[in-house]
């Protein structure tokens, strides 16, 4: 949120801006999507859009814009490989596209609304194109939104307060411990439990949200998304069993299971046997977690976590 604060303030003092946004990366580009930067007409600088000597450049090209008249939208590639044709000058082997969208007083309405939208936990959408600059309460298939055509034809949406859910269906010593470290990392933390009166959580003051549940009846809390992950912990077999049959059908981001792998073995055989596929059982992550050896439920966050860094790293790589 500092850098809509910072172009605030900015645009009130009748100041011109250039806000630098990464609309679309790939490779080992040290951008990525959603990548802001804030360079004002008084020489201040806030954010990144990857920094190094690119950054430094294309600065130099900002402030330069900033001295003219006319300040165009327009976009530029960035080519992380040498000295080449819309090279940057890095040699990390990526691509990413910066879209320079210049900001004055007239834009000071969008500005606020997107700072009171985030101040109050409110999502919505910013909409970039060649020809605007907005807000909507609008919400968006995900996080990122955008096409390029070429450079007159384009745009790029983006979701503010997006969260993606952690579902943690185990309410024990290690779902409190999960519900911390996510909690960290930005995560809107929900966490199940089908037993009264449980110390640990109630205890819980992590977790955004805590229900006591009829597992049978969890496809009703948990609605079909591709920005859910889900650890089932629970305090028995039978119900890591219930709950896995019931949402392995799921299209969530991430689906894992806590417990032994003799254990597991032995869930597998009969969910086979119960007409689920191999190829069904091959897509949940359990054990769940990186094998670090890990033994304390703060450990098994931790390998948890990692786990989950690991894989949604991977997926905005390959985006």
């Not at 430094?56 to 327009?74: A, G, Q, Y």
């Not at 997107?114 to 909507?136: A, D, E």
Request: hydrophobic share 40%; with cysteine; proline share 2%.
């Amino acid at each position: 949120m500092k850098i809509w604060q910072h172009i605030l303030t900015k645009l009130q003092e009748n100041q011109k801006v250039y806000l630098l946004t990464v609309i679309e990366n790939s490779g080992s580009s040290p951008g990525r999507k959603g990548f802001k930067m804030l360079v004002a007409e008084d020489g201040f600088i806030f954010g990144s859009v990857g920094g190094g000597i690119m950054e430094f450049s294309l600065v130099e090209e900002v402030k330069t814009l900033l001295s003219k008249e006319k300040n165009p939208i327009f976009l530029k590639k960035q080519i992380h490989r040498g000295k080449i044709k819309d090279g940057s000058g890095m040699i990390c082997s990526g691509k990413q596209t910066i879209v320079f969208h210049p900001l004055n007083k007239k834009d000071v309405p969008v500005i606020k609304e997107i700072i009171s939208s985030l101040k109050n936990n409110k999502t919505g959408s910013i909409h970039f194109s060649p020809t605007s600059f907005s807000f909507t309460n609008k919400l968006i298939n995900d996080k990122f939104e955008y096409k390029i055509e070429s450079n007159t034809d384009w745009f790029f949406n983006e979701q503010i307060n997006y969260k993606e859910t952690l579902y943690i269906i185990g309410g024990g010593h290690v779902g409190l411990a999960v519900s911390e470290i996510f909690i960290k990392l930005g995560f809107y933390v929900i966490v199940f439990d089908n037993r009264e009166n449980l110390n640990t959580l109630e205890n819980n003051n992590f977790a955004h949200e805590k229900m006591i549940i009829n597992y049978h009846l969890i496809n009703n809390y948990i609605t079909e998304s591709k920005n859910n992950y889900i650890a089932i912990m629970t305090n028995t077999y039978t119900d890591d069993k219930l709950l896995l049959s019931k949402l392995i059908k799921d299209k969530s981001a991430f689906l894992g299971v806590l417990g032994s792998k003799a254990k597991l073995q032995t869930m597998w055989e009969v969910l086979l046997k119960e007409n689920f596929t191999q190829e069904e059982l091959n897509s949940v992550y359990a054990p769940i977690g990186l094998n670090i050896k890990s033994e304390s439920p703060e450990e098994i966050a931790i390998s948890i976590a990692a786990q989950v860094i690991q894989l949604r790293n991977k997926k905005k790589a390959t985006n």
